[in-house]
């Protein structure tokens, strides 16, 4: 009973683990780096990205192409396909992981040639656009519409102030409206709508009260327009009739009339009693002062 077992640990060992461990220092296996410092053609990619937990590693190492790739080059499916082997169905599916963690976004934009295109945004830092954000929708915050209540459009810019003639007669405003009217049949972009044509009625009676025919007033309004369209004609029309304004017309100093013919009164003859018209003191008609000048 008294003999003890020599191979008996002396004392129960507690098992050491992690990092604690006495052989992990001596372990020479795991990831090793040999960096160099780089000083061009380098982008830094945030480990968010790299070590995303969620993202797939096509999805990372797209994002990572993507933030590499200069302003303005293209970045849609058919141009991935091309650049790598994965086809373009894993890199749609790439794309909308991306998409889906706010590393990519995706714009449809009109150009100024009014073609629509679509712009794709590389984002290296989707955290801070969303705390950019937050703050604006928590300090404007939208009041809901009630229903079927109707949005208020808003106000239009003032038309351009346009020149008002010295005596606004009803008939010149009139012909000022017609000839506004009827520029449609000149340049069908010369549309006006009725507001539009009441406004700039006195700047057209304006010119015609300067001895400005109508034609003369039309070819100042319909020359040279824009060719590449006009977002407001009225507006256009309205600059025109103000800096193009001609002087008043000269001033015509009224022609005298002739005096009426003087009428004398109807006499009768004291020779022949012949009715005639002759001033005073004539008694005698044209014959019979004939007739006594040669008798005597």
């Known amino acids: 009973m008294d003999t003890q077992n020599p191979s008996a640990p002396p004392r129960a060992h507690v098992r ?40 797939s590693l096509l999805a990372i190492g797209l994002g990572t192409h993507l933030q590499s790739l200069p302003k303005g080059a293209p970045a849609d499916i058919k141009t991935l396909a091309a650049r790598f082997p994965e086809g373009a169905t894993r890199i ?22 009014g073609r629509i295109v679509t712009r794709t945004i590389s984002c290296n830092q989707p955290a801070a656009v969303r705390q950019r954000a937050e703050p604006c929708r928590e300090s404007t915050p939208s009041a809901p519409h009630p229903p079927h209540a109707p949005r208020k459009k808003p106000a239009r ?45 006195p700047g057209v009676a304006a010119w015609l009260e300067r001895d400005v025919t109508p034609a003369a007033v039309r070819r100042a309004l319909t020359a040279d327009l824009p060719p590449e369209g006009m977002r407001r004609p009225a507006a256009l029309l309205a600059h025109r009739l103000a800096s193009q304004l001609p002087p ?33 003191p004539t008694t005698h008609c044209r014959d019979c002062r004939t007739d006594l000048q040669e008798a005597a």
């Open 92 to 113: 749609a599916a790439a794309l909308r992981e991306l998409e889906s963690h706010g590393y990519l976004r995706r714009e449809r934009v009109r150009t100024s040639s």
């Open 157 to 201: 810019k003032a038309l351009p102030a346009v020149p008002r003639p010295a005596y606004s007669g009803p008939g010149i405003l009139q012909a000022a409206a017609d000839l506004l009217t009827d520029l449609r049949r000149h340049d069908s972009r010369l549309l006006l709508s009725a507001d539009d044509t009441a406004h700039l009625a």
């Open 16 to 55: 050491v683990a992690g990092n604690t461990h006495p052989d992990r220092a001596h372990r020479t296996g795991g990831l090793q780096h040999d960096n160099t410092r780089h000083t061009t053609r380098f982008v830094v990619i945030g480990n968010h990205l790299a070590q995303h937990p969620e993202l």
């Open 248 to 280: 008043p017309a000269p001033f015509r100093a009224q022609a005298t009339a002739p005096p009426p013919p003087v009428r004398h009164p109807i006499r009768n003859c004291d020779g022949c009693d012949r009715a005639f018209r002759a001033p005073a």
